[in-house]
């Protein structure tokens, strides 16, 4: 499934990025320079840094993420998606908590199926609602 964030750069929340920084264990005095650039302007490197906290990755699930979009890629075998489908509804809500709003146009999902049986349906993506 490939996401994209709406103004994605506009969205950074300085208290929530702070945070993040501090769990980090940043420098406070490069926290708090971040933190008052951000009330003048963003880019993509602090919204890296602002998404960095959501990483995945197993033998079945991997995330990958560049500027404003993000892929989460899934095997799915014998008809078992629940790692996938998981995943995908971990981050929708991961982006609700850290006031990212997804691009629902922009955001699409693609099925490679080897199988010479009948495909899997495809589920509807919810962001708040």
């Known amino acids: ?18 945070d993040k920084l501090m769990k980090m264990e940043v420098d406070m005095h490069l926290v708090t320079w971040i933190t008052d650039y951000l009330k ?13 906290d959501f990483k995945y990755n197993s033998e079945l699930c991997h995330m990958q993420k560049f500027s404003d979009d993000t892929a989460i890629v899934g095997c799915v075998r014998n008809g ?3 790692e996938y489908r ?6 929708v809500e991961w982006c609700t ?13 693609m099925c490679i199926d080897f ?3 009948k495909a899997l349906s495809a589920a509807n993506l919810h962001q708040g609602g």
């Open 40 to 52: 003048r302007e963003t880019t993509a490197f602090l919204f890296t840094l602002y998404t960095s």
């Open 86 to 91: 998981s995943l995908v509804e971990d981050f």
């Open 80 to 82: 078992s998606g629940e």
């Open 97 to 109: 908590t850290n006031h990212l709003k997804l691009n629902i146009t922009k955001t699409k999902e």
């Open 1 to 18: 499934m490939f996401f994209h964030f709406s103004s994605a750069f506009n969205t950074i929340q300085p208290l929530l990025l702070r």
């Open 115 to 117: 199988r010479r049986s």
